[in-house]
């Protein structure tokens, strides 16, 4: 059997390190590009990494950057994969306000680099565009893939970019190219700043009395609520079909983040209203009020259906915020073989 190879941008995120699980598991070997910090942001891959000198290595990291185009052009060269999962990118709506032009030029135009650099070196790859409903913004629910894009953030604007870019590529060049537009999806390994994983981790320190109030802003928006561990399953799926096609991917449920927020509290044992408190700063001046996806398109050709739903993620979340907090696991036979220095070192 061929040994397939994938390259994944933003390996080190939430969903770069779910695909890394399942990609491994599926016999893949897989190579990921991490960005150079001066601190290590590999804490969610760190127990899947071996030491490269060890023979049945199949994980390889590269220092990259989706603004240096010379670079990822290089790596495919390298990697020579058989599928590009492209998942980097600043991917937080409310800083894309803030940072909207670095939001294009890594979200938007960093996609353009790597089809571009795929296009040139002439690699067969395949190719996945992490696509967002974000791009959907004022579109009244459920919105599914032929629903009219209305972003509403500088983020989605991007998004918008590099969906057509994806497109594009598809329509001009032949390439196996596909957008997953993936309604919200959460774990335990959520960036820290998203309202789910904010709420949970404020539930479980109050309860241990580290802390008393968490402040939010809209309560009222509405999301269509995930589990992100299932959402990579669908991404491998696409760029496992004869033809490249677009798909959303979604519960098909939604909720406010006030339900939300009631969820992860009562799972605690807490109520909400004893410990939110508003701050206007979380605002964005404009929001996406209601988020409701139609993945029946993706269950009858992937075969993808979710089981997660938001209350029983509200558990999970809360319950691994909790243990967190009762101390970090003993280490596993993978970790103590972890060595940072070896980490990202070429
Ligand atoms: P995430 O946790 O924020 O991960 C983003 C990844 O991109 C990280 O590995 C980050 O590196 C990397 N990155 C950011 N800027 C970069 C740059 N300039 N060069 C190279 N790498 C860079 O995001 P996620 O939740 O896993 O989402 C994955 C993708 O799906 C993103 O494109 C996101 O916009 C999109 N998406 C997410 C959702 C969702 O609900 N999670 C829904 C739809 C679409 P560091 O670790 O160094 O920061
Ligand atoms: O958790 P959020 O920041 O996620 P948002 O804006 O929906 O974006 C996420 O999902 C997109 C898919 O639709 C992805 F493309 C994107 O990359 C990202 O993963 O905010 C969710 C809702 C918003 O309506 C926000 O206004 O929660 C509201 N909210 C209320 N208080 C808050 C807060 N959001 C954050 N981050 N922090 C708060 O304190």
């Not at 290089?74 to 980097?88: C, S």
């Not at 404020?202 to 309560?219: E, K």
């Not at 799926?237 to 449920?253: E, H, K, S």
Request: aromatic share 10%; glycine share 8%; with cysteine.
């Amino acid at each position: 059997m061929t040994v397939k190879t994938a390259l994944i941008t933003g390996i080190t995120g939430q969903d770069g390190s779910y695909l890394a699980e399942l990609l491994l598991r599926n016999g893949y070997v897989v190579h990921g590009i991490v960005r150079r910090a001066s601190t290590f942001n590999t804490h969610r891959i760190d127990h899947l990494y071996r030491d490269p000198h060890e023979p049945d290595t199949r994980l390889f990291l590269h220092y990259g950057d989706l603004t240096d185009g010379t670079r990822i052009s290089a790596l495919l060269e390298k990697v020579q994969p058989d599928e590009v999962y492209h998942l980097a990118g600043q991917s937080h709506v409310r800083v894309s306000f803030d940072e909207p032009e670095f939001t294009g030029d890594a979200t938007g135009l960093g996609t353009t680099r790597l089809l571009e650099a795929i296009r040139t070196t002439g690699l067969p790859c395949r190719f996945y565009q992490a696509s967002s409903s974000e791009m959907f913004g004022a579109a009244p629910p459920p919105q599914h893939e032929e629903t009219r894009f209305h972003p509403r953030s500088p983020y989605g604007v991007a998004k918008v970019y590099a969906y057509w870019m994806t497109r594009n590529y598809r329509e001009a060049y032949g390439m196996y190219a596909v957008n997953g537009i993936l309604f919200n999806h959460e774990s335990p390994r959520r960036g820290p700043t998203f309202v789910t994983r904010k709420v949970a981790t404020a539930a479980a320190r109050i309860t241990a009395g580290l802390q008393d109030v968490v402040y939010l802003g809209n309560l009222d928006a509405r999301r269509d609520w995930g589990y992100a561990a299932e959402y990579v399953e669908a991404m491998w799926r696409m760029l496992q079909q004869d033809d490249p096609d677009d798909y959303v991917i979604a519960t098909g449920v939604s909720y406010s983040v006030r339900e939300f927020v009631e969820q992860c509290f009562a799972h605690a044992g807490l109520d909400w209203r004893d410990h939110v408190r508003f701050d206007e700063r979380y605002l964005r001046p404009t929001e996406v009020d209601n988020l409701v996806g139609d993945a029946s398109k993706a269950e009858r050709i992937l075969g993808w259906r979710p089981t997660v739903t938001a209350p029983q993620l509200a558990g999970i979340m809360v319950d691994a915020e909790m243990a967190a907090l009762r101390g970090p696991a003993v280490p596993t036979e993978e970790m103590t073989k972890f060595s940072p220095s070896v980490l990202v070192a070429q």
